[in-house]
């Protein structure tokens, strides 16, 4: 079936670099993508969203990109923490009900 | 505002009990979902209610009962557990076309 999917499981940068990550999904449908962060212990926290009709969207420290043409999403985080360390979802709105397909998640570690 | 909330925290079952995870929201959302996180893997859509008094399967039901009484609260169920139904148990709430938003959590483990 049609999945919201991650290229990289794991992306470990430098406190102060810049980082990306990868989200590709298959359903063409879809019109509404959310970011998620997940940090050890805790539920899936909402970072970012953007609709279909857009292609980018800035929030304090991130950017989503969305590129409908390869069905291609990513979250960008400027001067990456510590405290960003987490474990990343995507998820998609299929458009047909309410209802989010997510990633499997991309763990960003943060080194001092 | 606290959000969407659930109790217990954690639990732990032997194989055959049964139990009642309690998932309440205090943003007049009206829908709501379970889900169930394993180590490694996403979230799988358990079952979900588009209102009061509403409730469809999600991904993986086989196991699991639900009930939407008040628009608030959502409960899931757990009619004989199983050690297959080890996992996190996550809640979620939304309006209509919108965010979902996530509560704590539920670790449980069964024996």
């Known amino acids: 079936g049609e999945s919201v999917g991650l290229h990289l499981p794991t992306l470990s940068v430098q406190e102060g670099d810049n980082s990306i990550i990868n989200c590709a999904y298959s359903?063409?449908?879809?019109?509404?993508f959310i970011w998620y962060k997940q940090e050890s212990g805790k539920g899936p926290q909402f970072i970012i969203d953007?609709?279909?009709?857009?292609d980018k969207r800035q929030g304090q420290r991130v950017t989503v990109l969305l590129n409908k043409t390869v069905k291609h999403l990513s979250l960008q985080i400027a001067a990456t923490q510590p405290g960003d360390s987490a474990v990343y979802f995507c998820a998609e709105d299929n458009n047909a009900g309410n209802m989010l397909t997510f990633g499997g998640g991309t763990r960003l570690m943060v080194k001092p | 505002n606290a959000g969407v909330t659930q109790t217990p925290k954690f639990r732990v079952l032997k194989t055959g009990q049964s139990m009642t995870l309690l998932c309440a929201q205090d943003m007049n959302h009206e829908y709501m979902y379970w889900y169930r996180q394993d180590p490694g893997m996403g979230l799988r859509l358990i079952h979900y209610s588009v209102g009061e008094g509403t409730t469809a399967k999600g991904e993986v039901p086989d196991g699991y009962n639900v009930s939407r009484l008040k628009k608030q609260n959502f409960l899931l169920g757990l009619e004989s557990a199983a050690p297959s139904q080890t996992s996190v148990y996550f809640c979620?709430?939304?309006?209509?076309?919108?965010?979902?938003?996530f509560g704590p959590g539920t670790r449980l483990t069964v024996l």
């Open positions: 979620a709430s939304s309006s209509v076309k919108s965010t979902q938003y």
């Open positions: 953007i609709r279909s009709n857009m």
């Open positions: 359903n063409s449908a879809s019109d509404y």
